[in-house]
């Protein structure tokens, strides 16, 4: 095989393009393979945000109150 023929589309070739956050193969310039994948895509995140959001809360809830105990154990 010369250095060009391997440039050459043959049967086999693939052309240019990537995945879908489902899996699913697409071509480039797209974001989601469909209407209803960008849909459930969109229902997954905010759902994910959410919780991640509402953990992230409580955790500082728990800091500032493990910050406060620590000062008043130590006031008295």
């Not at 969109?42 to 959001?53: F, I, M, Q, S």
Request: hydrophobic share 40%.
């Amino acid at each position: 095989m010369s250095k060009y023929q391997k440039y050459v589309p043959d049967d086999n070739y693939i052309y240019p393009h990537k995945h879908c956050k489902c899996g699913h193969m697409m071509r480039e310039d797209q974001e989601f393979c469909s209407k209803e994948c960008a849909a459930k895509w969109g229902k997954k995140t905010a759902a994910a945000n959410k919780k991640y959001n509402r953990k992230k809360i409580l955790i500082w809830v728990g800091v500032i109150a493990a910050a406060l105990i620590i000062v008043l154990v130590f006031l008295r």
